[in-house]
């Protein structure tokens, strides 16, 4: 730790081995993480004239032309699989905005990732309801069955592991997210079933969604391309539909006009 009396801009090295320096005896600790940021060491990418006339198309969809670069990242990571360098530059050439502008976007949502996932992105919910149900004993439970540690990739790229955020799901808690696809009510089992389908290539059905794609194929979903599936498979579970039951088996209705202002029989 820093010494008491050390003067002005001295260096040391402090918890989780960050540097610090010392300023009028107070210590300043730089939290900025490099590895955060987009990786500028390649400018390797597969992206085509074909992504790039997409970009134009999904371009052309909005009045201002930069409203589409959140839909484009998600489309540039259904090629490289992540934001690479190259993506981001053409993503700031096709809506003529520069690189630091369209960096500033790629680094501030989760959702897009400066480094290669896995084939399958496996989401653990550990917020309120979430944790207080077992989301942070499912979380460990993954790090010790994938071998990873969360925000890493499985050696063999088909696995990668985060810590998520409330997905609005808290009804069918503790949730667990394959490339976005919701799995409910999860438990250590049930996620070691998940991933045995998933590593044999089995085919794995959303709780409340269609049928599980690689992580590529959801990126383009997301991008707002149509892949046919939107109403494949439930859109609601049973804690959703309680409130709907519960209204059918009273004969409760809804009032003819709601827009009109008047009050139904049953509100006089």
Known sequence: MTRPNAQPADRTIGLAGKEMHTMSGHEFVSS?????GIDTSTEQTRIGEHTIEEMRGLAARYPDRR???LPMLHLVQSVDGYLSNAGIKICAEVLGLTTAQVNGV??????YKRRPPGRHHIGVCTTSV????GGDILLEHMEQRLGIHEGETSPDGQF?????????????????????????NMTPEKADELIDRLAA???????RGATVVDWKQAERVLAGFDDGRADEGPSAGD????????????DWHAPDDPGSGSLGEEQK
């Open 32 to 36: 900025y993480d490099d590895a955060s």
């Open 67 to 69: 409203s589409a670069l």
């Open 106 to 111: 790629a680094t501030f949502y989760s959702m």
């Open 130 to 133: 979430c944790a207080v149900l």
């Open 160 to 184: 990668s592991l985060e810590r998520i955020e409330c997905n609005a799901a808290c009804d069918f808690a503790p949730i667990m997210m394959v490339n976005w696809e919701f799995m409910d």
């Open 201 to 207: 290539g089995k085919p794995v059905q959303s709780t």
């Open 239 to 250: 804690a959703s539909l309680r409130g709907l039951e519960i209204a059918r088996r009273n």
